[in-house]
Nanobody, 117 residues
Framework: QVQLMESGGGLVQAGGSLRLSCAAS????????LGWYRQAPGKQREWVAT???????NYADSVKGRFTISRENAKNTVFLQMNSLKPEDTAVYYC???????????WGQGTQVTVSS
């Protein structure tokens, strides 16, 4: 069994920064892509960023230039550095990890990020 545990969420003023972390534990094997989604109240879950096993990153247009995703393979951890935060970034942020030959996706439980204006 695999568990993903996020941390680093909280309340911040607009223009501020937060750094989210997500650590995988349990029966970890062949981690592929790592990434983040978010879900704002009353909205569908949306993709935020991905980093593949080779370190290549991709971002949603809404966060490009403000957010940076990275991974530390030795610790099975993915990070999301969020700068220049805006009120519209307010959401529950979920990390995910794709593992194994069939790239099964595992999800974290979510961490709340609230940006005040």
């Amino acid at each position: 069994q695999v568990q993903l545990m996020e941390s680093g969420g909280g309340l911040v003023q607009a223009g501020g920064s937060l750094r989210l972390s997500c650590a995988a534990s349990g029966s970890i094997f062949s981690i592929g892509d790592l990434g983040w989604y978010r879900q704002a109240p009353g909205k569908q879950r949306e993709w935020v960023a991905t980093v593949n096993s080779g370190g290549i990153t991709n971002y949603a247009d809404s966060v490009k230039g403000r957010f940076t995703i990275s991974r530390e393979n030795a610790k099975n951890t993915v990070f999301l550095q969020m700068n220049s935060l805006k009120p519209e970034d307010t959401a529950v942020y979920y990390c995910y990890s794709d593992m194994g030959s069939v790239l099964r996706r595992y999800w974290g439980q979510g961490t709340q990020v609230t940006v005040s204006s």
